[in-house]
C-alpha cells in the first residue's frame, strides 16, 4: 500500500464568493520517467497505473473553480476524470515537446486549464505560441474568458510554463517570454477593465527580471498572490515569496526553488488565503516526486475576492 500523500492545511469549503485558482506543474509522465533523473526517488513511485490517481487526488482535494496545469502529457485522462468532477478543460501542447523523442511516450507535454461549469461560463479561448523576438519559442500560453455566472463578471485567466534552465541568456529569453504574454493578454483582453490571473511555471526565481516584468507593468498591476498573503496575514516574512515551489534532487544535485507562481491583478481581486507549502520534515529527506507526493513541483491555490468593480455600470 501506498503511504499517505503529503498534508496540507487548507480548507475544502471555500469562503462565498471567493474564486479557487489551482496552479501545479503536474510533472509530465514521459520526461518524470526518462528525463529528469530524479535520482533519490524509486521508479515505481512514477509508475503511471498508480501516479494518475495520486495527482488526481491533489487536484480534486483542494476544489478549485479553476485549475491551471503545466507538463500535462495525458490529457485525456485528466479530461475524462475531471469531467465527472464538473470539469470542462482546455490544452494546448508545446510545438515541439521533449516528451515525444522519449520512446513509448504519450504524446507531447502541455498546458491545460480547467473550470467548474456550474459556477464559470467559457466566453474565450485563445492559445499561442510564445515568441521571442518575433520568433516562435518552444514555450506556449493558454488565455480564457471566464465568466463569472455568480456575479456575472469577466475573468481572464491565463497559464504558462516559460523555458527552463539557468543561465544569463536563458533568463532574458525568459524575460521576452514575459513580455510576450503580457502583450497577448493586452490585445485579447480588448480593453476590458476585468480581472486578470497569470499562473504559471515561470521557471524564475523572484530575482529574475521576468518577475519584476510582470510586477511592475502598467497595464495590468499584477502582483504575485503568495507574496502578498504574507502581507495580509501580517507575516514575519511579509513580501517575501515562499522559500521553495520546487524541491527535488537529480543527478547533478538538490535544487530547491520558488520557481511558480499566480500573478493577480490588485485593483480586481485580494488574495483571502493561500494552500500553505509543506515542511521540508513532511517532504522528507529524499524530496519529491516520491510516494507521498506525485510531482517534483507543488501545487499553489489561492482563494481570491472579488472586489467591488470600480465600473459604475455593473
Ligand atoms: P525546456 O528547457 O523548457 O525544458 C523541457 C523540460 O525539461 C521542462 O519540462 C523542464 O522542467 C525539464 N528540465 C529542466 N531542467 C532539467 C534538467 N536539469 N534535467 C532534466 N530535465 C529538466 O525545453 P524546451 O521545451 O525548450 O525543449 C528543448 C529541449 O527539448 C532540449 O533541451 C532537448 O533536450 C529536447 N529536445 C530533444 C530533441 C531530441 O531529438 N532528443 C529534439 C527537440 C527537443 P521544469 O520546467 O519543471 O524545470
Ligand atoms: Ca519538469
Same mark, same amino acid.
Given at each position: ?20 485558482l489551482?496552479?501545479?506543474n ?10 529528469d ?31 491551471c496545469l ?6 485525456q ?7 465527472t468532477q ?13 516528451c515525444?523523442?522519449i ?5 507531447p /507535454? ?8 456550474? /459556477? ?11 515568441e ?7 514555450q ?14 469577466q ?19 525568459r ?7 503580457l ?6 483582453? /480588448?480593453?476590458? /477593465? ?5 499562473a ?13 516584468t510582470i510586477?511592475?507593468?502598467?497595464r495590468?498591476?499584477?502582483d504575485?498572490?503568495?507574496r ?14 515562499p ?21 493577480f ?23 519529491v516526486?516520491?510516494?507521498q ?10 482563494d ?11
Amino acid at each position: 500500500a501506498l503511504p499517505p500523500r503529503i498534508e496540507r492545511n487548507f480548507p475544502s469549503e471555500k469562503p462565498a464568493n471567493s474564486i479557487r485558482l489551482l496552479q501545479w506543474n503536474i510533472l509530465s509522465q514521459s520526461l518524470g520517467e526518462h528525463n529528469d533523473n530524479f535520482v533519490c526517488c524509486p521508479l515505481e513511485a512514477l509508475d503511471w497505473r498508480t501516479r494518475r490517481y495520486r495527482i488526481l487526488e491533489e487536484i480534486i482535494e483542494y476544489n478549485a473553480d479553476i485549475i491551471c496545469l503545466q507538463e500535462v502529457d495525458h490529457y485525456q485522462f485528466l479530461s475524462r476524470a475531471l469531467r465527472t468532477q464538473g470539469y470542462e478543460g482546455i490544452y494546448f501542447p508545446k510545438p515541439d515537446s521533449p516528451c515525444i523523442y522519449i520512446k513509448g511516450n504519450n504524446g507531447p /507535454d502541455g498546458c491545460a486549464i480547467f473550470y467548474r461549469v456550474n /459556477d464559470y461560463e467559457l466566453i474565450k479561448v485563445e492559445t499561442r505560441i510564445v515568441e521571442v523576438w518575433r520568433v516562435q519559442s518552444n514555450q506556449v500560453v493558454i488565455l480564457t474568458m471566464l465568466r463569472h455566472k455568480a456575479t456575472d463578471r469577466q475573468i481572464c485567466v491565463a497559464t504558462t510554463h516559460l523555458k527552463a534552465r539557468q543561465g544569463a541568456l536563458l533568463s532574458t529569453l525568459r524575460n521576452e517570454q514575459g513580455k510576450d504574454i503580457l502583450d497577448f493578454l493586452e490585445n485579447n483582453i /480588448d480593453g476590458a /477593465d476585468c480581472p486578470v490571473i497569470i499562473a504559471g511555471d515561470f521557471n524564475a526565481e523572484p530575482t529574475e527580471p521576468v518577475y519584476s516584468t510582470i510586477r511592475s507593468d502598467p497595464r495590468f498591476g499584477l502582483d504575485s498572490a503568495y507574496r502578498c498573503d504574507g502581507i495580509v496575514q501580517g507575516a514575519e516574512d511579509a513580501g517575501q515569496e515562499p522559500p521553495y515551489t520546487t524541491w527535488k534532487v537529480r543527478g547533478e544535485g538538490e535544487c530547491c526553488q520558488t520557481i511558480d507562481y499566480v500573478f493577480f491583478s490588485r485593483r480586481h481581486l485580494g488574495v483571502k488565503q493561500v494552500l500553505p507549502f509543506p515542511t521540508g520534515e513532511q517532504i522528507g529527506p529524499n524530496r519529491v516526486p516520491s510516494f507521498q507526493y506525485p510531482s517534483d513541483h507543488f501545487s499553489l491555490a489561492v482563494d481570491f475576492d472579488l472586489l467591488p468593480s470600480s465600473d459604475a455600470s455593473q
